[in-house]
């Protein structure tokens, strides 16, 4: 690194900013315009992602419980019915033995999306606290609960191929339920906050932090 960019420890400091959507740099001067690339609005910082991540956490949190509670699909064979719960599939699958499927559903039902929960609570209070350690380990975090999203759809897709197949009347059917619906929310909303919290916040709070120790430093 040459002495002329040495200096500058974010785009920001350049006179840069990032498009969202392509990445691509443009100078500073271009923030509210649109980009040459893609065409997508420019922003320092993605507006109010602290407050969308905030409401689409919450209200994935409020989905959970239903999500787990409610029966995600009704069964029914030879005119009777037997309604499932995530946690009682994973029970019926241990008390059969299959104790690997059992394990699996209880990871992408129940495992996957708390710690996406938790994982992203935990970056959010550290912005809002100003936590500044560990800020690897926080975007390590951060790339896990984004990439791990999509398997937390496993449920939703069992059901919706066990609908599709098993039509048979009274003699076996299979009918989806809340449950279900409520755990595909948690899914999205817990999608849709990593799509929208905006991990530059972590950095700037950090660079922040560490500016503010360099002041009190150079007072002594």
Request: glycine residues 8%; neutral net charge.
């Given at each position: 690194?040459?002495?002329?960019?040495?200096?500058?420890?974010?785009?920001?400091?350049?006179?840069?900013?990032?498009?969202?959507?392509?990445?691509?740099?443009?100078?500073?001067?271009?923030?509210?315009?649109?980009?040459?690339?893609?065409?997508?609005?420019?922003?320092?910082?993605?507006?109010?992602?602290?407050?969308?991540?905030?409401?689409?956490?919450?209200?994935?949190?409020?989905?959970?419980?239903?999500?787990?509670?409610?029966?995600?699909?009704?069964?029914?064979?030879?005119?009777?019915?037997?309604?499932?719960?995530?946690?009682?599939?994973?029970?019926?699958?241990?008390?059969?033995?299959?104790?690997?499927?059992?394990?699996?559903?209880?990871?992408?039902?129940?495992?996957?999306?708390?710690?996406?929960?938790?994982?992203?609570?935990?970056?959010?209070?550290?912005?809002?606290?100003?936590?500044?350690?560990?800020?690897?380990?926080?975007?390590?975090?951060?790339?896990?609960?984004?990439?791990?999203?999509?398997?937390?759809?496993?449920?939703?897709f069992v059901v919706a191929v066990l609908v599709a197949l098993v039509q048979l009347g009274n003699i076996a059917q299979i009918s989806g339920q809340p449950g279900a619906t409520a755990f595909?929310?948690v899914v999205i909303c817990t999608m849709l906050a990593a799509n929208s919290f905006d991990t530059r916040l972590i950095w700037d709070r950090h660079m922040t932090q560490d500016t503010h120790?360099?002041?009190?430093?150079?007072?002594?």
């Amino acid at each position: 690194m040459d002495n002329s960019t040495a200096r500058y420890r974010s785009a920001i400091d350049a006179g840069l900013l990032t498009c969202h959507d392509c990445h691509a740099l443009w100078p500073l001067t271009m923030e509210s315009e649109h980009c040459r690339r893609c065409g997508a609005e420019l922003h320092v910082r993605k507006p109010n992602a602290m407050i969308r991540t905030w409401a689409l956490i919450l209200t994935a949190t409020f989905l959970l419980l239903p999500a787990n509670l409610l029966p995600i699909m009704l069964i029914t064979s030879l005119g009777h019915q037997q309604p499932a719960t995530i946690i009682g599939g994973v029970i019926e699958l241990g008390s059969h033995g299959m104790y690997g499927i059992a394990f699996i559903v209880l990871a992408a039902s129940v495992l996957i999306p708390l710690g996406k929960l938790l994982g992203l609570l935990i970056m959010l209070a550290a912005l809002q606290l100003g936590w500044t350690t560990n800020m690897q380990q926080k975007m390590a975090m951060f790339r896990l609960v984004h990439w791990i999203g999509r398997w937390s759809m496993l449920d939703i897709f069992v059901v919706a191929v066990l609908v599709a197949l098993v039509q048979l009347g009274n003699i076996a059917q299979i009918s989806g339920q809340p449950g279900a619906t409520a755990f595909a929310g948690v899914v999205i909303c817990t999608m849709l906050a990593a799509n929208s919290f905006d991990t530059r916040l972590i950095w700037d709070r950090h660079m922040t932090q560490d500016t503010h120790t360099d002041e009190q430093r150079a007072d002594t």
